[in-house]
């Protein structure tokens, strides 16, 4: 079993739909969650970061922790099809060294 | 732009072979972390440099070696190169060493290596 499982997707949406990814995750002791955002033949950047439970929002951007059922939310309101790209949520724990772990990513659509 | 750099873009060779992949980190970052990312086991840590040391590893193979150079920049070795080596190869830079969230990592655009 992978330490944080991710819907490879893809997940169409006409432009102006509400997103929601979503990520599980194994390993209580995870403290820090991360939301990254990959576009086709670029590097990952980083969208938001979260520390424990509960929400953060930024922009059309939210992102959600559940450490009770290890689940982890994005959402994006007012999608746009400039938002279509790879989503990879990541963890890391919160002591030494903090290696980050990623899913495998969700490819996301929205058409105009 | 990340500012982290990648050199080359695309690298083809074949099995048994030996290449060097090259990252120049953002100006100021003194960590460097590689990555691998295939479509089936996304993306994975291979290894971080702190101002020219080792400072952790992660699931990187024996065949794999990396330095990390007084200037700074990094080079990923690969060596004896087999079919299943062929993926994107991201390098990210950060300004400290903790590399969690607290401390984000930029990614360079990557390498992508075909081993035919």
């Known amino acids: 079993q992978k330490e944080v499982e991710q819907d490879p997707g893809p997940l169409s949406v006409p432009e102006g739909a509400i997103v929601s990814l979503n990520c599980t995750y194994s390993n209580s002791a995870f403290q820090y969650f991360m939301w990254y955002r990959q576009y086709s033949r670029k590097g990952p950047e980083l969208l938001m970061y979260?520390?424990?439970?509960g929400n953060k929002e930024d922009g059309r951007f939210t992102a959600q922790v559940d450490k009770s059922s290890k689940y982890i939310s994005l959402f994006i309101r007012d999608s746009q099809p400039s938002d279509s790209a790879t989503y990879l949520c990541?963890?890391?724990?919160?002591?030494?060294?903090?290696?980050?772990?990623f899913g495998t990513g969700t490819r996301l659509l929205v058409s105009p | 732009d990340s500012g982290v750099t990648q050199t080359p873009k695309h690298l083809i060779t074949a099995t048994g072979q030996r290449v060097t992949l090259r990252c120049s980190p953002r100006s100021g970052d003194l960590s460097v972390y590689w990555y691998q990312q295939s479509l089936d086991q996304g993306l994975q840590f291979l290894i971080q440099?702190?101002?020219?040391?080792?400072?952790a590893k992660g699931n990187i193979l024996e065949r794999f070696s990396a330095q990390q150079f007084p200037d700074l920049h990094s080079e990923l070795n690969l060596s004896s190169l087999e079919l299943g080596d062929s993926a994107l190869y991201f390098c990210?830079?950060?300004?400290?060493?903790?590399?969690?969230?607290?401390?984000?990592?930029?990614f360079g655009p990557g390498t992508r290596l075909t081993v035919l």
């Open positions: 990210a830079s950060s300004i400290h060493t903790s590399g969690g969230a607290a401390d984000t990592q930029y």
């Open positions: 979260t520390y424990s439970s």
């Open positions: 440099y702190y101002n020219g040391e080792e400072r």
């Open positions: 990541a963890t890391a724990l919160n002591t030494g060294f903090q290696k980050l772990v």
